[in-house]
Nanobody, 126 residues
Framework: QMQLVESGGGLVQPGGSLRLSCAAS????????VGWFRQAPGKEREFVAA????????YYADSVKGRFTVSREYASNTVFLQMKSLKPEDTGVYYC???????????????????WGQGTQVTVSL
């Protein structure tokens, strides 16, 4: 089994930065796609970013492109989401998710992922 744990959320002012972590245990991220999703109160869960552990590209929602960067750290089996120039509309619970074998056309769809973390709260406010 794979278990995912998110961390790094908190309260930040608009324009600030946070770095979220998604650490996997039980098995390696090798051959997995790892996605970041967020959910604001009253809204559907929304794709944010994704990366293939083995490389070959990363993916971003239009709303975060140029501000967020997803990366991986092999030794710690961790995926990061570096968030800069944060806006109030970035507020929500951020989740990481993982699944093997996702094709590019499905990597943005939350219902295609098998494993999910419990989420970490990000609040962007004055």
């Amino acid at each position: 089994q794979m278990q995912l744990v998110e961390s790094g959320g908190g309260l930040v002012q608009p324009g600030g930065s946070l770095r979220l972590s998604c650490a996997a245990s039980g098995r390696s991220f090798a051959n997995y796609a790892v996605g970041w999703f967020r959910q604001a109160p009253g809204k559907e869960r929304e794709f944010v970013a994704a990366i293939r552990w083995s490389g070959g590209g990363s993916y971003y929602a239009d709303s975060v492109k140029g501000r967020f960067t997803v990366s991986r750290e092999y030794a710690s089996n961790t995926v990061f989401l570096q968030m800069k120039s944060l806006k109030p509309e970035d507020t929500g619970v951020y989740y990481c998710a993982a699944r093997q074998g996702l094709i590019a056309g499905l990597i943005r769809r939350d219902n295609e992922y098998y494993y999910w973390g419990q989420g970490t709260q990000v609040t962007v406010s004055l």
